[in-house]
């Protein structure tokens, strides 16, 4: 079956500086990919959607500039935290889906630690 | 905005039990409806769908139920095992948004 690859799983780094996840589909050509963030024992929230070529739509309340996502080819899409600060320490999920209506497959997920 | 919610934050079965999650939902309009399981540390993995043109949908040990009426889900797992531990969440979608807004989950342990 489809398989979206995330990586890394894991990462610590310094406030300050700036960490980006990648999300890859591996068999599929993935016209849109949306980015979550989960915070311990709570939910999924989405954070924005992007598609192939333009530019991400932002949920209301996720700051564009400081979370910037590029997805430049239908199998990645990138997600860049900018100047991370510990309150942006959390467990980042991407998602997409291609042809295949309403066929969402989720990576593994990024642990995103802000020292 | 519309929400989903679930009823209970936890639940704890004996193995070799039925369990049943239950989820309540806001969105009217919303007409396909999906459960996850999610261990810790992982993302999502996809366990059944079903669409609102349908009531009761079967898979492997695994039954959703849809009532529209009073906009309710649930996910029903026959002989539970301790691999079934996890947290499982529902999620909606309405049309071709292919957006999921996701309940806020249920933990579900099983005891030995």
């Known amino acids: 079956g489809a398989v979206v690859s995330q990586h890394p799983s894991w990462v610590i780094c310094k406030s300050g500086t700036s960490v980006k996840i990648e999300c890859r589909s591996l068999d599929f050509q993935a016209t849109t990919m949306f980015w979550y963030r989960q915070f311990p024992k709570q939910s999924l929230m989405l954070m924005a959607t992007s598609n192939e070529g333009s530019k991400a739509t932002y949920e209301q309340g996720v700051e564009k500039d400081k979370f910037l996502i590029n997805h430049a080819s239908l199998t990645l899409s990138t997600l860049t935290v900018t100047s991370a600060h510990p309150e942006d320490s959390s467990f980042y999920i991407c998602s997409a889906t291609g042809t295949v209506r309403e066929k969402l497959f989720f990576g593994s997920g990024t642990q995103l630690s802000v020292l | 905005g519309e929400s989903v919610g679930l009823h209970l934050p936890t639940l704890s079965v004996q193995e070799g039990d039925n369990s049943i999650i239950n989820c309540a939902y806001s969105?009217?309009?919303?007409?396909?409806f999906i459960w996850y399981k999610q261990e810790s540390g992982k993302g999502p993995q996809f366990i059944i769908d079903i669409r609102s043109n349908m009531d009761k949908r079967q898979g492997q040990r695994v039954t959703v139920l849809l009532n529209k009426t009073v906009k309710h889900l649930s996910l029903q797992i026959a002989a539970t095992q301790p691999g079934d531990s996890a947290v499982y969440f529902c999620a909606e979608t309405t049309g071709s948004a292919r957006q999921l807004t996701f309940g806020s989950g249920t933990q579900l342990t099983v005891l030995p």
């Open positions: 969105n009217s309009a919303s007409d396909y």
